[in-house]
């Protein structure tokens, strides 16, 4: 069955510093990967998504992950974060037949500290 | 262009009662799915449907069910309301591999 581990509950970091949130997944077949950021003002928001090719994926707002398919990982990172990055962030595997029925990660919560 | 809109975005119903709620998705897209947000649970897919058929269904119980018309617009009833679905849902469209969420419809059970 899939499933999606985020290790982390909530993370701090300050405005400048580099990001990485950990994302684990269970899938027996080629899965699809997304990440998605949820904030107050925002609602939720598609950051980025693997379905095959790159292991490194370009995303909205300077984020990037990379899919690892050995460690069953798909980490998103950002070089340097922004104040207006806080929020939450989900990790979510999806079928290869069909992207839609996804199942999400609990969630990481991240603060940023001026 | 208009973004995914969903109404209500608050609702109030008793234990027993049934409820509609409806997403209009981005002019042109043709796939819309909905998604349901708990403290307990997080987010869980709900179902999917494109061009007026459900492709995808989630794993919930039967009360809970949608349809699609030909503009795309969309509704999800949920009949027979217990307190565990009260709830943020949460629907979003698909344009080719870019998807738009709305705001979402804040459902208490009381």
């Known amino acids: 069955a899939q499933s999606v581990t985020q290790p982390d509950i909530h993370i701090t970091v300050s405005e400048g510093a580099s990001l990485e949130l950990r994302c684990n997944y269970s899938y027996g077949a080629t899965p699809y990967l997304f990440w998605y950021v949820q904030s107050p003002g925002q609602g939720l928001q598609l950051l980025l998504k693997y379905f095959s090719g790159d292991t490194l994926v370009q995303g909205i707002k300077g984020f990037e992950a990379e899919f690892k398919r050995s460690q069953s990982s798909f980490n998103l990172r950002k070089p340097s974060v922004h104040w207006s990055d806080a929020a939450e962030y989900f990790c979510a595997v999806g079928a290869e037949t069909s992207y839609d029925k996804v199942i999400f990660g609990p969630g990481t919560s991240l603060s940023v500290i001026p | 262009k208009a973004g995914v809109t969903q109404t209500p975005r608050y609702l109030i119903k008793t234990r027993g009662q049934q409820v509609t709620l409806s997403c209009s998705p981005i002019s042109g897209h043709r796939s819309v799915s909905w998604y349901q947000q708990t403290p307990g649970q997080g987010l869980q897919f709900l179902f999917e449907?494109?061009?007026?058929?459900?492709?995808n269904k989630g794993n919930f119980p039967g009360r809970f069910s949608g349809r699609q018309f030909s503009n795309s617009r969309s509704e999800m009833n949920v009949s027979t309301l217990e307190l565990g679905d009260s709830a943020l849902y949460l629907c979003?469209?698909?344009?080719?591999?870019?998807?738009?969420f709305g705001p979402g419809t804040r459902l208490l059970v009381l």
């Open positions: 449907y494109f061009s007026e058929t459900q492709r």
């Open positions: 979003a469209s698909w344009a080719g591999e870019t998807q738009y």
